[in-house]
């Protein structure tokens, strides 16, 4: 009787442990449409998300789906190929009516509307991949909301072979909105999250975003693409700032064109990669080309500071108007960059900035060396009101003045430039 009873309880047991298994990896992976067999299947990404355990695997098949995305849980939400018809492009649109607001601003309380939100995930990471997100027909026109791609607040993850396209308004109009990937802490919270490899085009004011203090953000091997000429915001491809601190590497930057600006202009210019107040920032190995500045640092003592920024081996090349790098700020290790055709010039030490509603001591500190700048107004611009500096040596090309202790360009050949007295520094960060 023994033996009998023990014959029958084991295989009990072990179907009960093989179905929880069974349980168990089901769970962990889950179906947006109908590609592929064997998982949970549901006709929306939002329907996945709210049924799902944290820690799941969401696979989207290819198709079109009209939804805004709200996450608060650690997922992994991952568009997929179709085997059989090979289709590849799972694409999240505005659904009818367009973009609502689904989040709020952790820095002015203003709402957001973004097509996919990941907010306060208590614990894990969100990661998001292979996904599309066409900001067309989001009907905002100027908002509020602030239109936003993919939004990261106080969440931690990564954001890999993405699309974040038409994050733009109605008409130009100037409306400082619209990004297509934004990361910002608040309220103590943090935000460590890496984009990677991903395509962002054609948006009103900013490409990647990372903001505020206790966020970090890695920006690497991406490709951020303007409006090219507008009439509306000053756009940034890139921007750290608001004591936001990260890397920004081999990234391709530009078409970031204010249309209406002039040398004169009161400040409205777009610039490639833009680290505002927000210190010990690194920049390298970017190519950079079309814009109105190319890579710029801007201390702001109203907001914080942008000092210790390594600028290293990055290509920038036709800056339209104003510097190929401009350093707002101080102590810059500024090495081994590539500097072609820069309006103004190749790199500004930038002292001006203190007359021109930016304030601070500012053009101080920076050692720059091992640079190679050709067709600029001058080389290397050092202001008159600057401190001390290391500079050189650095190679130069075509250039009126190699090294210029000036704080305006003189023009060499037809170049046409105003004093400098009659600039404004134009630095427009994007703050929603």
């Known amino acids: 009787m023994k033996k009998t009873s023990t014959l029958i309880i084991v295989p009990v047991i072990g179907l009960a442990l093989l179905a ?19 998982f949970v299947q549901f006709p929306t990404i939002q329907g996945a998300v709210n049924a799902s355990p944290a820690g799941t695997t969401i696979l989207v098949c290819p198709g ?5 995305v709200l996450i608060n849980k650690a997922l992994t939400v991952k568009g997929i190929a179709d085997p059989v018809s090979f289709a590849a492009a799972a694409v999240l649109v505005a659904p009818t009516g367009g973009i609502v607001q689904n989040a709020t ?9 973004a097509q996919i939100a990941v907010v306060q995930p208590p614990t894990g990471m969100v990661n998001i991949s292979n996904l599309t ?18 939004l990261f607040q106080n969440a931690s993850g990564t954001i890999s072979h993405v699309q974040a396209i038409n994050q733009t308004l109605g008409p130009n109009n100037g409306c400082q909105n619209g990004l297509g990937i934004f990361v910002q802490s608040g309220n103590s919270g943090t935000s460590t999250v890496t984009i990677s490899a991903s ?44 004591g936001a601190t990260g890397t920004v590497t081999s990234n391709v930057v530009g078409d970031d064109i204010w249309a209406p600006d002039t040398i004169s202009d009161t400040g409205d210019a777009a610039s490639g990669i833009l680290v505002y107040a927000s210190p010990n920032v690194t920049v390298s190995g970017n190519t950079v080309s079309s814009t109105q500045f190319g890579i710029v640092y801007v201390t702001d003592p109203a907001v914080g500071s942008a000092d210790g920024g390594i600028i290293k081996m990055n290509k920038v090349s036709a800056t339209h108007i104003f510097d190929g790098i401009d350093l707002c700020n101080n102590n810059n290790m500024v090495q081994n960059n590539t500097i072609n055709g820069s309006d103004e010039s190749g790199i500004h030490v930038d002292s001006s900035c203190t007359n021109f509603g930016v304030g601070g001591s500012t053009g101080s500190g920076d050692s720059i060396s091992a640079n190679t700048i050709n067709g600029a107004c001058d080389g290397i611009m050092i202001g008159t009101a600057a401190g001390v500096n290391s500079i050189g040596p650095n190679t130069f090309f075509n250039a009126g003045h190699t090294t210029a202790t000036a704080d305006q360009c003189t023009p060499p050949l037809a170049r046409v430039r105003l004093p400098k007295s009659a600039q404004q520094r134009p630095f427009k960060p994007a703050r929603p």
């Open 199 to 242: 395509h962002v085009e054609n948006y009103t004011k900013n490409g990647i975003t990372g903001n505020e203090a206790g966020t970090t953000v890695h920006i690497t091997g991406n490709t951020v693409q303007g409006q090219g000429p507008t009439t509306g915001a000053a756009e940034n491809s890139i921007q750290i700032g608001f």
């Open 64 to 68: 079109t789906y009209p939804e805004q």
């Open 133 to 150: 997100v066409d900001g067309n027909n989001s009907t905002i026109t100027c908002g509020p909301p602030t239109l936003v791609g993919i």
């Open 105 to 113: 601003s952790l820095s002015s309380g203003k709402p957001i509307g």
């Open 20 to 38: 929880s298994l069974s349980a168990r990896a089901l769970a962990g992976t889950v179906e947006v449409g109908t590609c592929k067999s064997g």
